[in-house]
């Protein structure tokens, strides 16, 4: 029997426009599998939502569904977006995926669904996403119906213009936004493009120093268009995989290209105050060395997922007589050729370490193991990402895409595959397993792109360290962690001693909420919900969303991640700014209610 994706489109979005229309909660229900999943992105609710399954769906709907919730629905034929055909996991059943938009209340919305034949053969949504895309009448530039070009205007002078700009920002910023990496910038590109004034503090001295500071041979290992900033495609000779000081001067110039108001030299203070009445923070800013009050309405954290370096407290560390640092002070490898260096952890920051000293000669290079670590490919997972972000493919098609798929679902999913990953992964595994290393796809299987959603630590992506390990250049201890130092090395807590030069910890970091704990105060810190990580519906905690405190956001993740949230953010802050909605840092209504 031949698919025709057009006509399961049509005829499942005749059916989810009569259950909108009547809002019928158990008829919308029903228009999912068993355990489909609903993704609401600020369209039923002021929040971000994900349920799984008809009765969690239908009880979220029960107080938020009504007729005039969703009209208008019209398919979405533009190219890359029409109806087509495509397997379905777990079971690869051929299946159709739909986009389409809509009115909404609060503006204009868009909805992706991914339909699968169920046991007597009707499609029902596997996954379906409602997002609220733009707020009517305060549409994002560039998302407005094509205008005549208005740089051409005889007289008309756009650097006078940017100048009073960037003076209005600096003066009455809506939005301060703390860090200067690529969410920080991200965000403030999409703030711009929705009028909402926004000025970057970042505490380096210039943009993209971040980067520069972590070890040479630092290199992204997701594909490029993966990690492409928003609005701003890469030249098509970009490398694949960009390295690390490729990326701090892309993030530096692409402050100019989109106009960004950034301050470096640049640090927020202790304890600024949120003014309940006024709506609005008191903040010192540190520029310079010069001290700078501003009165934002809005502070967006976007100091990094993971904050301030953390090194686990070892006794007698004053006896060693080498150097101890964290992975973000690590230099490079050749001071170190002819040396004895242990590095202690078993992540990405610590393969990349390991492979560096041993390419660079150093006498030996010994990595500490605590716990198992999940360990795949490079290429196996570029493979997935290419896939999800073709070259070919407007990217924030992909993204619209890939943000449709409920992590809840997609976690669900890589669960019920591990064994995929196991054999694909079958010869590299066997290289490290002859080397030492304790192998891992999590506690549920669950895999590394779930991992770092979860707990960006434990896993990395090998690009050759394996080998290095298995010819025994890299040596592993694993099972065991520093008890403490010696004079000239490091007493393991199985009572062994590992001579050492210099001892690296590629421990991680502190979690963002804890980094900014002296900062913020305890009186707010100690209202803000957890950052980042998976709440139990697959959404991140804290991030892109009300944190619990009022006027304070936190912005976490990887490009991808504040590409696509950067949006909904932007959403709920225009919403405030133009008085259509009020929050108390927990709850968001709309205004007067």
Not at 68 to 86: G, M, Q, V, Y
Not at 118 to 124: A, F, I, P, S, V
Request: aromatic share 10%.
């Amino acid at each position: 029997m031949n698919l025709d994706p057009h006509l399961v489109s049509v005829d499942w979005l005749a059916a989810f426009s009569a259950a909108v229309e009547t809002a019928d909660c158990e008829a919308f229900a029903r228009l999912f599998l068993l355990d489909g999943w609903l993704r609401d992105i600020l369209v039923f609710t002021w929040d971000i939502r994900s349920l799984e399954g008809r009765e969690k769906i239908s009880f979220y709907l029960s107080s938020t569904l009504a007729p005039s919730t969703i009209t208008d629905i019209k398919l979405d034929e533009r190219p890359f977006l029409a109806p087509r055909p495509r397997p379905m996991s777990p079971d690869q059943t051929m299946g159709v995926e739909v986009a389409f938009t809509f009115e909404c209340a609060n503006g204009h919305g868009r909805g992706h669904a991914r339909l699968k034949p169920d046991e007597d053969g009707r499609y029902k949504a596997m996954a379906l996403m409602t997002e609220l895309s733009d707020l009517r009448g305060y549409e994002e530039l560039g998302t407005l119906p094509l205008r005549d070009d208005l740089t051409g205007i005889p007289g008309r002078d756009m650097q006078r213009e940017f100048n009073d700009w960037v003076t209005q920002v600096e003066d009455k910023p809506y939005a301060l936004i703390v860090g200067g990496g690529q969410t920080a910038l991200q965000l403030a590109a999409r703030f711009k493009q929705m009028d909402i004034p926004a000025l970057v503090v970042e505490r380096h001295a210039r943009i993209g120093d971040s980067w520069r500071k972590r070890y040479p041979s630092l290199t992204l290992h997701t594909v490029r268009k993966h990690h492409t900033l928003l609005y701003q495609p890469y030249p098509s000779n970009w490398p694949e995989f960009t390295p690390r000081d490729k990326m701090a001067d892309w993030l530096e110039q692409y402050v100019t290209t989109q106009d960004l108001v950034v301050w470096t030299n640049a640090e927020l203070k202790v304890k600024p105050e949120y003014d309940p009445e006024t709506k609005d923070w008191d903040v010192t800013i540190l520029r310079e060395g010069f001290i700078v009050k501003l009165r934002p309405s809005h502070i967006v954290l976007a100091t990094g997922t993971l904050g301030e370096p953390y090194i686990p407290i070892v006794p007698d560390v004053e006896r060693f007589q080498g150097p101890i640092m964290h992975s973000l002070q690590y230099g490079g490898g050749a001071p170190y050729a002819g040396k004895k260096v242990v590095v202690v952890g078993a992540g990405n920051s610590s393969i990349d370490i390991c492979q560096d000293l041993a390419l660079n000669g150093a006498a030996s290079v010994t990595m500490v193991q605590r716990s198992s670590t999940c360990v795949l490919t490079r290429e196996y997972v570029c493979q997935f990402l290419r896939a999800a972000f073709p070259e070919d493919v407007p990217l924030p098609v992909s993204d619209f895409k890939w943000g449709a798929l409920p992590v809840g679902l997609l976690r669900k999913l890589t669960i019920a595959d591990q064994q995929l990953a196991w054999d694909a992964n079958k010869e590299l595994h066997e290289k490290l397993r002859k080397g030492g290393i304790e192998l891992t796809m999590g506690p549920e299987g669950q895999g590394i792109y779930i991992l770092s959603l979860e707990r960006s630590g434990g896993y990395w992506l090998d690009k050759g360290g394996a080998d290095l390990i298995a010819d025994g250049r890299i040596k592993v201890r694993s099972g065991v962690y520093p008890e403490k130092f010696t004079e000239e090395g490091v007493v393991l807590s199985d009572g062994s001693e590992l001579p050492a030069d210099a001892v690296v910890f590629a421990t991680g970091y502190v979690r963002m909420r804890e980094a900014n704990a002296e900062i913020l105060g305890s009186d707010v810190m100690d209202q803000v919900d957890q950052v980042y990580g998976l709440d139990d519906e697959g959404e991140l905690n804290g991030s892109y969303r009300p944190s619990g405190y009022p006027g304070l956001w936190f912005a976490t993740g990887d490009f991808f991640v504040s590409r696509f949230m950067s949006k909904p953010l932007a959403i709920q802050i225009k919403a405030i700014q133009v008085g259509l909605l009020e929050h108390d840092g927990r709850r968001a209504r709309p205004k007067g209610k």
